[in-house]
Nanobody, 128 residues
């Protein structure tokens, strides 16, 4: 049973940085695509960044490219999201997700329904 546990969310001032972690267990993740999504109150869940476990290639939401960086540590089975120059509009619950779809390895997967496994989320609040 795949389990994803996020951590690292907290209150941070605008302009600050934060690193979120997603500890993955219950499977060997080679061939998986891991991703971060976020959901603000009253809004739909949106894609933030994705990484292919094998090889480590990454892809991002265009609007966040340059401020956010996704990475993974194979030895720790952990995926990270480094967030810089945070803005109040980055306030959301951030979710880690995993997909075993082969199609994600090619073009990337940007839609929540393409991901099978989800963490419980971690709250990030950016104050102005």
């Amino acid at each position: 049973q795949v389990q994803l546990v996020e951590s690292g969310g907290r209150l941070v001032q605008a302009g600050g940085s934060l690193r979120l972690s997603c500890a993955a267990s219950g499977s060997t993740f080679s061939g998986y695509t891991m991703a971060w999504f976020r959901q603000a109150p009253g809004k739909e869940r949106e894609f933030v960044a994705g990484i292919r476990w094998t090889g480590g290639s990454t892809y991002y939401a265009e609007s966040l490219k340059g401020r956010f960086t996704i990475s993974r540590d194979n030895a720790k089975n952990t995926v990270y999201l480094e967030m810089n120059s945070l803005k109040p509009e980055d306030t959301a619950v951030y979710y880690c997700a995993a997909s075993g779809l082969a199609s994600c390895l090619g073009y990337g997967c940007y839609v929540p329904s393409q991901y099978t496994y989800w963490g419980q989320g971690t709250q990030v609040t950016v104050s102005s």
